[in-house]
């Protein structure tokens, strides 16, 4: 049914931008919030933003505010996350992931679908 693939992680160098994509089959995804989320090694999975089923409303954590966006194409079945100002903090493991329902939350377990992850490596 549905599957979330993200890409466009890598290593880039602090203060720069990476924009990751989360590609997502089936039609379906486009009647739920979206998320992401990352974890770092050796920590556990921290949210990081959030978008509402058709993309009006948004929610950020704080140590990403003001420096990523998140952003949906539905028309592509696709969600994005436009990191800037990266810092060595942001370094993890990213995941996109498919909510219950159609509104922005914060919480881990209102998220059913999961992607696999990509690498995103900050470096100095």
């Known amino acids: 049914q549905v599957q979330l693939v993200e890409s466009g992680g890598g290593l880039v160098q602090a203060g720069g931008s990476l924009r990751l994509s989360c590609a997502a089959s089936?039609?379906?995804?486009?009647?739920?919030?979206m998320g992401w989320f990352r974890q770092a090694p050796g920590k556990e999975r921290e949210f990081v933003a959030t978008?509402?089923?058709?993309?009006?409303?948004?929610y950020y954590a704080d140590s990403v505010k003001g420096r990523f966006t998140i952003s949906r194409d539905n028309a592509k079945n696709t969600l994005y996350l436009q990191m800037s100002s990266l810092r060595l903090e942001d370094t993890a493991v990213y995941y996109c992931?498919?909510?219950?329902?159609?509104?922005?939350?914060?919480?881990?377990?209102?998220?059913?679908?999961w992607g696999q992850g990509t690498q995103v490596t900050v470096s100095s």
């Open positions: 978008i509402s089923w058709i993309g009006l409303s948004t």
């Open positions: 089936g039609r379906a995804v486009n009647s739920y919030a």
């Open positions: 992931a498919r909510s219950r329902g159609r509104t922005v939350t914060t919480t881990r377990n209102e998220y059913d679908y």
